[in-house]
C-alpha cells in the first residue's frame, strides 16, 4: 500500500481556467469532510470543487457540477493508476470563459493530480498505531530516550506530560516491553514505512 509523504499543493491554468489541486494524506472519512469544508471556505467563488479518494477498500468521487466523468473518476483513476490508498484528491476550478470540452476536462483534471503529484514522494504504509502516552514528570528522561528515534506529534504538559507519536507495528513492538508500565492508549492506524524514506 502506498501514499503521498507530504501534503501537497500545485496550481496549473488551462486556457483561463485555474485548476488547484490538493493532495493530503487521510485515515478517516471524517478528516475528508473538514478538508473539503475548509478548502471551500478559503476557496470561496470558485465553480467547482472536484475530488476523489481511495481510504482502504472505500473508493469515492464527485463531479461537482462539471459534465458526468469529466472529473471525479479522472482524479481517481491518477490515484490508481499510482497505486496509491489514504489519499484525497482535491481539484478546485475557477472558469476561465473557455470551455474545455469533455476530453479537455478529462486531461485537464488528470494533469492537475500528476503535476501536483510530481512536488512529493510517493512512500510505502505499513500497519501501525497512533500511540497516546502519560507519565509523571520524573519519567520524561526514560520516555524521550526510548521515544528519541520516533516523531512526536504532539507534547502536552499539565499535571503529567502526555506524547502522541505514530509507529510502525514492529516498531512498536521493539519499544513495547519498556513502555507497558505506562498509561498508554493505541489506536491501529496505517503510517509511513520509515525504511524507505
Not at 89 to 106: C, D, E, M, N, S
Not at 161 to 171: D, P
Amino acid at each position: 500500500m502506498k501514499t503521498i509523504k507530504h501534503n501537497v499543493k500545485n496550481e496549473i491554468i488551462i486556457n483561463k481556467s485555474r485548476f488547484i489541486c490538493f493532495l493530503h494524506k487521510i485515515n478517516s472519512e471524517t478528516e475528508i469532510n473538514q478538508l473539503l469544508e475548509k478548502l471551500k471556505k478559503e476557496y470561496k467563488g470558485a465553480t467547482h470543487y472536484c475530488y476523489a479518494y481511495i481510504l482502504g477498500n472505500v473508493k469515492r468521487f464527485n463531479d461537482d457540477g462539471e459534465p458526468n466523468g469529466t472529473a471525479g473518476i479522472p482524479i481517481l483513476n491518477v490515484l490508481e493508476k499510482n497505486e496509491l490508498n489514504h489519499i484525497l484528491a482535491v481539484v478546485i476550478r475557477y472558469f476561465g470563459g473557455v470551455k474545455l470540452g469533455a476530453g479537455g476536462l478529462v486531461r485537464a483534471y488528470s494533469t492537475s493530480v500528476s503535476e501536483c503529484l510530481n512536488k512529493t514522494k510517493i512512500v510505502n504504509m505499513v500497519e501501525g498505531y497512533e500511540i497516546t502516552i502519560k507519565f509523571n514528570y520524573e519519567k520524561s528522561k526514560i520516555i524521550d530516550h526510548i521515544l528519541k528515534d520516533y516523531n512526536i506529534l504532539n507534547k502536552k504538559f499539565s499535571d503529567n506530560i502526555t506524547y502522541v507519536f505514530k509507529i510502525s507495528s514492529k516498531n512498536y513492538e521493539k519499544i513495547e516491553k519498556q513502555i507497558k508500565d505506562f498509561e498508554i492508549n493505541k489506536k491501529s492506524i496505517f503510517v509511513i514505512d520509515s525504511s524507505n524514506t
